[in-house]
């Protein structure tokens, strides 16, 4: 009878709805009731990140490439996703089939990206296909607010609505930089924004907190780095105004791997943050309840 124990535990937990998180056999936390969960999926290069609100609502944020792609369908049929909302927070030519996979495979509920113009043909032809099916596409700039359901939302944090010129790459520095919230927990996905869009999201901070809006400050607890972790972005600034408490690195390998340097201004001894890389750790799931986040891999090691 001794044997069964853990099992029946484990069944009585789930009976009430407690999520309980291990990473390499460790038991970090639990959280209760409602919960938003957020996957970061291993792939070759690109993001990959699925959102699940309490009330079921799956959102798709940078669908592609091809590798990450398959991954997706997988894990978006695996958790039953009828329906999808999709963000795009940079155009590019291998979102779009990514975007045009799902619009084939899956009930597309609305479609939310930045900047278009300029765009690869193969976004644009998406984004037509999308629109002959009915789908709603919305444009989204700094300031906007994306409701998803009665308890959760994104906020998009930047670009202006007059984009930003003359840097060092302005396709990435004009690649949407959104936050998820749900309960006392902030999710800050940086997509491919650069130093110079960092420089801007501070200065932003700084002069609408002079307006007293709450919603202007950085700190976030987790912090999804920018590039793919890659060298031009994650500053110190940034890193000390959003102060995460775990930061997520949607890592590639080859010449896809994330620069040594921002790796180690990142490092727990650095930061305090712990830190997840999919190229290490796997796929990377992350839970919350509004209070508390439990985090789980998939990977055996940690790098």
């Known amino acids: 009878m001794r044997k069964y124990l853990p099992v029946i535990v484990i069944a009585a937990a789930l009976a009430v709805g407690v999520y309980v998180g291990y990473i390499a056999g460790h038991r970090r936390d639990t959280v209760a009731g409602p919960t938003l969960a957020m996957t970061f999926l291993d792939a070759e290069h690109g993001n990959g990140i699925i959102v699940r609100t309490p009330e079921g609502k799956f959102v798709v944020v940078d669908p592609g490439p091809a590798e990450c792609a398959r991954g997706l369908m997988k894990e978006l049929k695996r958790s039953r996703a009828a329906s999808v909302s999709v963000v795009v927070t940079k155009p590019s030519s291998a979102r779009g089939g990514a975007l045009r996979r799902l ?64 840097t060092e790459s302005d396709w990435d520095n004009n690649s949407l930089v959104t936050r998820f919230r749900f309960g006392e927990k902030r999710f800050l996905l940086m997509s491919d924004a650069r130093v110079e869009a960092e420089c801007y999201l501070i200065q932003s901070a700084a002069a609408q907190l002079e307006t007293d809006r709450p919603q202007a400050e950085l700190e976030s607890d987790v912090l999804v780095l920018g590039r793919n972790g890659r060298s031009g972005s994650t500053s110190l600034e940034l890193l000390s105004r959003v102060r995460p408490e775990s930061c997520v690195v949607i890592a590639g390998r080859g010449r896809n791997r994330p620069s040594r340097a921002i790796l180690n201004r990142v490092d727990t001894k650095n930061t305090g943050a712990a830190v997840y890389r999919t190229d290490k750790d796997g796929t990377i799931r992350m839970v919350t309840d509004g209070h508390s986040v439990v985090v789980s891999t998939e990977g055996a090691t940690r790098g």
Request: avoid cysteine; charge should be neutral; glycine fraction near 12%.
């Open 103 to 166: 619009v084939s495979e899956f009930d597309v509920t609305e479609v939310y990206t930045g900047e278009t113009e300029g765009s690869a043909g193969t976004w644009k032809h998406a984004l037509e296909r999308a629109r002959k099916r009915g789908i709603p596409i919305r444009a989204l700039f700094g300031g906007s607010t994306v409701r998803l359901s009665p308890t959760t939302a994104f906020e998009v944090l930047g670009p202006p609505a007059g984009l930003l010129h003359a």
